[in-house]
């Protein structure tokens, strides 16, 4: 079987499935509401109401429509999590000070990730707190379209990437989009402030890393230069100074001071 053969099969199949999906959308409205008439709309009707779905704002979406709609956001949600919230700055400092301790795989990667994505959801709740009370819970009550609750939940998500991100790092993404200058914050669209956001938080990251990394290179040296006023060349210095870089980091309460620390970065 060619390539381009099995390329026409699929996208084949995918012409099938989401045609299954809109005619199967109004039998799906029947189990919750009794039908008006008995007559069983066509596909020419399930297509005409699910593009007037589509394109109606204040309209709610068709659960058909939904499941599609979802489905799609699964795959960008990692971009979206890693990219608009404050994950890409702790990951980077935790990764940052796991190197400044000399320690390879520990912690391993999963829990380093893991309390990354925790301390964003704090960091982030509320952000989330807002979008839910602005955007979900009124689409959820039919108080709004779907257009609005995108619109609405952008709104909260957007403050606070703009108090994250540097107002020299927005003019240049600005100036290489030929767009601005912006009289309010809340103007500036969501194609500069993601780069200029992206930008600042590396920036904000590695400025921490720096900081992490000073008192460990201050052991490291401290260590080397006694071992080479010992006569000790052959010794590797990251043998000797890996437990006092640990009992060090325990007696301060690092990961207390490094969790707070990053929490307090943040710009309320």
């Not at 099969?9 to 008995?38: H, K, S």
């Not at 297509?47 to 058909?64: T, W």
């Not at 489905?71 to 990219?83: E, F, Q, V």
Request: aromatic content about 6%; proline content about 7%.
């Amino acid at each position: 079987m060619t390539i381009s053969l099995l390329l026409r099969r699929m996208a084949v199949l995918c012409g099938l499935l989401l045609m299954i999906a809109v005619i199967a959308e109004p039998a799906i409205a029947q189990t919750v509401a009794p039908p008006a008439a008995p007559a069983a709309p066509g596909v020419g009707d399930a297509v005409d109401r699910a593009l007037g779905d589509l394109g109606g704002g204040d309209a709610p979406l068709s659960l058909s429509l939904q499941v599609l709609i979802i489905m799609g956001l699964l795959t960008i949600l990692p971009s979206l999590l890693l990219m608009m919230t404050s994950f890409t700055r702790i990951i980077i400092v935790l990764s940052v000070l796991r190197q400044a301790l000399g320690l390879q795989q520990t912690p391993p990667n999963q829990v380093l990730i893991g309390l990354s994505l925790f301390l964003s959801l704090f960091v982030m709740a509320p952000t989330i707190s807002q979008m839910n009370q602005t955007a979900i819970q009124p689409y959820s009550a039919g108080q709004i379209g779907a257009t609005q609750m995108i619109e609405q939940a952008g709104v909260p998500l957007h403050a606070f990437m703009m108090k994250q991100t540097r107002v020299k790092d927005i003019t240049m993404f600005a100036e290489m989009a030929k767009s601005g200058p912006y009289a309010d914050p809340a103007d500036v669209p969501f194609s500069v402030l993601l780069p200029a956001f992206i930008t600042s938080e590396l920036k904000t990251a590695f400025q921490i890393g720096f900081l992490i990394f000073l008192p460990f290179i201050v052991i490291d040296l401290v260590v080397a230069t006694v071992l080479m006023a010992l006569g000790m060349m052959m010794l590797s210095p990251t043998i000797i100074s890996l437990p006092f870089k640990l009992l060090l980091f325990v007696l301060v309460d690092g990961w207390a001071l490094t969790m707070g620390s990053l929490a307090n970065s943040f710009v309320s």
